[in-house]
């Protein structure tokens, strides 16, 4: 039975999950989506241990709404939409702190790109501080065009799947991905030089 | 519009394949054992908590707003009992004026030097006489205000103003003379084309009576 479960599709899954209420159904859907899950909200946030924690909630969202997701959608969609709503809600919550808070700097507030003039072109050849500077710079970009980004260019989604978790149009997708792109590029022009 | 996203694409290309090169981050070993113990445990902490609830704040804000202004447009909008145009109130007075012409007072006082038309004795707003020469002599406009508190508001503005006008405040109203209106009025003189009409009235009354007067002789006559 687990063997033949493994083998179904997503939407197949969760409709095992509504119907029959499935465990393993349920826990074959967490193993598939946990690391892309993952990897969008830490793209999207920047924390490991906050992303884990939302990466859980989506799943306990999932678990206990199951009966809200309609056949008609796509399952990946469905979820990234909720692992969404999440890291903006928390989004939302830091910035509230960071309001409220008057005590802390701006250094601590966000992460700050390292200024590049420090480096030699070698280091920054260098795979993995490129990469952490790319991180970093990731996460100064506006929230709005970062989710779409991060969606479209690290997570591979289509024009489509993305207009369907955000809600937007699709040519609302297409510019907010090149507005984030190009803002993107700015924060990192000593690496890019046109 | 294909082309200049993909030209946009092309520009970036080099940073979206860095992007997608970005190692991938993957949640701890422990967290499926840990996603199923806060089920089995149903240790749903915030998430179960976290059902839209209706915010009384957000819906009372705006709907307090819309009834203020509401019971606000009540209390400051004067009904349509209340909006009485002045001007609209000085013709409608002027029409109902009534020239007296009593036949027996016509008779025995309506003489030459004694050409007056008299107004209609509930009738305020305005009096006046016609001379023998026919002539207006008097024309003071009786205007539905209480005079102590009306302004001209052309020597107003020309820099006329006495003294009684800027001590409005201070008057003090008893009695029956109420005044019906307390606002701005633009005092008019009166047509002079009503006049005529008057005029033409009152002689047609006249000639009325002295024909009347003269069938009267005739009729006595053997």
């Known amino acids: 039975m687990n063997k033949l479960l493994t083998e179904l599709k997503d939407e197949e899954l969760i409709k095992e999950f509504q119907d029959s209420n499935t465990l393993e159904a349920y826990e074959i859907l967490v193993k598939r989506y946990k690391d892309p899950l993952m990897n969008f909200v830490y793209r999207f946030v920047g924390d490991r241990d906050i992303c884990t924690d939302i990466v859980q909630d989506t799943m306990i969202k999932f678990y206990l709404n199951k009966d809200s997701y309609r056949s008609f959608a796509k399952f990946s969609t469905w979820i990234y939409t909720i692992a969404g709503n999440l890291a903006k809600n928390e989004l939302k919550r830091r910035r509230r702190r960071v309001i409220f808070s008057i005590s802390n700097s701006d250094d601590e507030r966000t992460p700050q790109i390292e200024d590049k003039m420090f480096r030699s072109p070698e280091k920054l050849t260098d795979g993995k501080i490129r990469n952490e500077i790319i991180e970093k710079a990731l996460l100064k970009v506006k929230p709005v065009y970062r989710e779409v980004v991060i969606l479209r260019d690290i997570q591979d989604l289509s024009y489509d799947e993305i207009s369907e978790i955000t809600g937007l149009a699709i040519g609302t997708v297409k510019s907010r991905i090149n507005r984030g792109r190009s803002q993107l590029q700015k924060l990192l022009k000593h690496i890019y030089k046109e | ?222």
């Open chain 2, 1 to 222: 519009m294909k082309t200049i996203y993909n030209e946009k694409q092309n520009k970036h290309s080099k940073m979206i394949k860095d992007l997608q090169n970005l190692p991938k981050v993957e949640t701890p070993e422990n967290f499926e054992f840990n996603l199923m113990t806060r089920i089995n445990n149903k240790n749903f902490g915030n998430v179960e908590n976290s059902k839209p609830v209706f915010d009384w704040i957000k819906f009372l804000a705006p709907s307090a707003v819309v009834v203020t202004a509401i019971i606000l447009l009540f209390i400051l909008l004067p009904t349509s009992e209340q909006i009485t145009d002045p001007l609209l109130y000085q013709a409608q007075k002027l029409d109902s004026q009534t020239i007296v012409s009593n036949s027996i007072l016509a008779g025995k006082e309506f003489t030459k030097n004694q050409n007056t038309v008299k107004q209609n004795s509930n009738s305020t707003t305005q009096k006046k006489s016609v001379s023998p020469n026919r002539t207006v002599q008097n024309l003071s406009p009786l205007l539905p205000f209480w005079t102590s508190r009306s302004v001209s508001l052309d020597d107003y503005i020309n820099g006329g103003r006495n003294s009684r006008n800027l001590q409005q405040g201070n008057v003090v109203h008893g009695g029956e003379d109420s005044a019906p209106l307390d606002r701005f009025f633009v005092a008019e003189k009166p047509d002079q084309t009503t006049l005529k009409k008057y005029r033409a009235h009152a002689d047609s009354l006249r000639k009325a009576q002295l024909k009347a007067d003269s069938l009267k002789k005739v009729q006595k006559m053997p």
